[in-house]
């Protein structure tokens, strides 16, 4: 089960990083920016499958877009100077207790 944990993480990571550098292609002009959002989506993917042998598919997914959401935004302010706004922050808490609960509460 731990293993599968790294590999959520390893996917979180690079589905941020993905996200990160589509924003960098600028609509994939730039070929380095797309080259990598490209490799980071697959190895993403790959790590999301490894995951999903055990963990079942609709909490995995549920839990990488909440982390990636929240990563992206993270990354978004600190990289591009990208402040979300009052109603924004309210649903990133939102997405957050809503990760906490699926995994905390929720059946598995």
Do not use: H
């Not at 490799?39 to 963990?55: A, D, F």
């Amino acid at each position: 089960m731990i293993t599968s944990y790294i590999f959520l993480i390893a996917a979180v990571t690079l589905g941020t990083a993905s996200n990160i550098f589509a924003k960098e292609a600028e609509g994939f002009t730039k070929i380095f920016p797309s080259l990598l959002s490209a490799l980071t989506i697959v190895l993403c993917m790959y790590c999301l499958s490894q995951v999903m042998k055990t963990i079942s598919a609709g909490y995995t997914y549920a839990t990488f877009a909440g982390l990636c959401i929240i990563a992206t935004t993270i990354i978004g302010v600190l990289r591009f100077n990208q402040w979300p706004n009052f109603y924004a922050f309210i649903g990133l808490i939102f997405i957050v207790i809503g990760v906490i609960l699926v995994n905390l509460l929720g059946k598995n």
